[in-house]
């Protein structure tokens, strides 16, 4: 399976070699599915997105729904052929947009496969190796105060190693601690919403969605602004995170809980070298798109990098820590697979809102907030955040590629700032990509490793129904207090 794994995605980055290649050199590799609007009107994909009949997000819509349904109606059904549920979503907008629109709809989809969707699993599958050779050991009792504190812990560290990488190191952790409980199903809803997605929004590196504001000329420290959004969201999540834990703990049998503080085995890590991969890997998102635009070379320099050192920390590194985290691909192999499919049916829903997006009634940073955060909770968050980020220099008459504009964009009589607007499309992407299953990459991954470990998930609507009552509160307050 490894070995199987390894080849696939060497054999994607060769084929993504001249499609990258081709790509004119202001384009940036990573996560980079939307373009500029002056960028759009130079390659047809605004062209595409006023032609697109709206009827067209139909399969994005059936595959959707294919996620919500099937593994709570039929789950052996699923369990067994998802793969292909996924891939007839993709070949039912692919193949009738194939005749219709043919080369064009060719380059849309060779686009977000080579220059979206292979960078983006390409890093998780980095990001999953390396942090599966990190393990934790020691006495760590299944509390509601160990739980708040390692969500919390997570919450800090994922601005600086990105939601997926703070994810991948610590959701195993989180299980093995309350391994020995038995009403836990509340504990990955809340790791989704803190680490996977509310922590990351301190740095550029936290998420992709502002990595790609940073690569835009957003300053890397220009993010430090939103601390007050991040502190109030997560402080309040993370209270209510602990009552919910709390009540959930006193309701566990006493003989179902053995934690023996007479016992206590000092914490200690085990596969520690990996965490020279992981760093590696994340310094390889930040420095190599830059050294490879430059260069002109137009070869996936990042992407191998991530390979390899993903590699050398499967083949080469100790052995034992993923034993002891029953390390398996099972997980991302899952979302691998899924999200070939929803790349794929979510084209025209991204190409439609870049071609029409300017015809939205957004005037308010609240609306640009709603409006980002709402969409990110269905489509991938980073060509969100790029689309409307260009609905925003539109609107303020500032240059989409260069967001520092935007930031500078000073407040006029009718119209907000275009930082204030900048702040509400960013919070926006970051939080709300929380509200689903989907909205975030690390998303998916989290409920995938759960479900393998034994501790069932909610279903795609049931998880819903999780952040519509506690998530969506707590962004109508953020709304009153900042937008």
């Known amino acids: 399976m490894r070995r199987t794994l390894m080849i696939t995605l060497l054999g994607l980055l060769i084929l993504a070699v001249p499609a ?23 390659s047809g994909h605004g062209g595409l997105g006023e032609r697109f009949p709206l009827w067209t997000v139909l399969p994005f819509v059936g595959i959707l729904l294919s996620i919500a349904i099937f593994p709570l109606a039929a789950p052996r059904f699923w369990h067994h052929h998802y793969p292909k549920i996924s891939l007839l979503w993709a070949l039912i907008f692919s193949l009738p947009a194939l005749l219709v629109y043919r080369g064009e709809a060719v380059h849309e989809i060779l686009h977000i496969y080579f220059l979206d969707y ?83 929004m301190l740095t550029p590196l936290g998420d992709p969605p502002l990595f790609l504001g940073y690569l835009r000329g957003v300053p890397f420290a220009w993010t430090f602004n939103l601390v007050a959004e991040w502190a109030l969201g997560l402080a309040i999540v993370l209270a209510i995170f602990f009552v919910i834990d709390y009540r959930a703990y006193k309701r566990e049998l006493p003989e179902s809980i053995h934690f023996d503080d007479t016992n206590v085995i000092p914490l200690r890590l085990s596969g520690a070298i990996n965490f020279l991969f992981l760093g590696g890997i994340i310094l390889s998102v930040l420095l190599l798109p830059g050294v490879v635009r430059s260069s002109g070379l137009g070869l996936p320099i990042r992407e191998l990098a991530m390979i390899g050192l993903a590699a050398v920390s499967m083949f080469l590194g100790p052995k034992q820590p993923r034993k002891d985290n029953q390390f ?90 275009g930082e204030a607007i900048l702040t509400a499309i960013s919070v926006g992407a970051v939080f709300m990509g929380a509200n689903t299953y989907i909205g975030n990459g690390p998303n998916f991954m989290v409920k995938a490793i759960s479900d393998e470990a034994g501790l069932r998930t909610p279903s795609f609507f049931g998880y819903m129904a999780w952040s519509g009552l506690i998530l969506i509160p707590v962004f109508v307050l953020v709304t009153f207090i900042f937008f």
């Not at 590799?29 to 759009?40: F, K, N």
């Open 328 to 417: 398996s691909f099972h997980a991302i192999n899952e979302v691998a697979l899924l999200f070939a499919g929803i790349f794929v049916a979510m084209v025209p829903a991204l190409l439609i809102l870049e071609a029409r997006g300017s015809e939205l009634p957004l005037s308010k940073p609240w609306h640009f907030f709603w409006a980002t955060g709402l969409l990110s909770s269905f489509l991938d968050n980073a060509p969100t955040y790029l689309t409307f980020t260009s609905v925003a220099s539109g609107y303020l008459g500032t240059n989409a590629s260069d967001l520092t504009t935007l930031i500078g964009a000073a407040a006029q009589a009718d119209r907000p700032s």
């Open 20 to 42: 990258v290649a081709s790509e004119p050199a202001g384009g940036d590799l990573p996560h980079d599915p939307a373009p500029t609007a002056d960028h759009g009107e130079s």
């Open 118 to 200: 292979i960078p983006f699993i390409i890093l998780l599958w980095g990001l999953f190796t390396a942090a599966g050779g990190i393990v934790v050991k020691g006495t760590l009792a299944g509390k509601p105060s160990v739980n708040t504190g390692i969500l919390a812990l997570g919450t800090l560290i994922a601005s600086w190693v990105g939601t997926t990488g703070a994810a991948m190191l610590l959701i195993r952790p989180v299980l093995r601690t309350n391994r020995e409980r038995k009403n836990t199903k509340h504990l990955p809803i809340f790791f989704i919403f803190t680490v996977a997605n509310m922590g990351g």
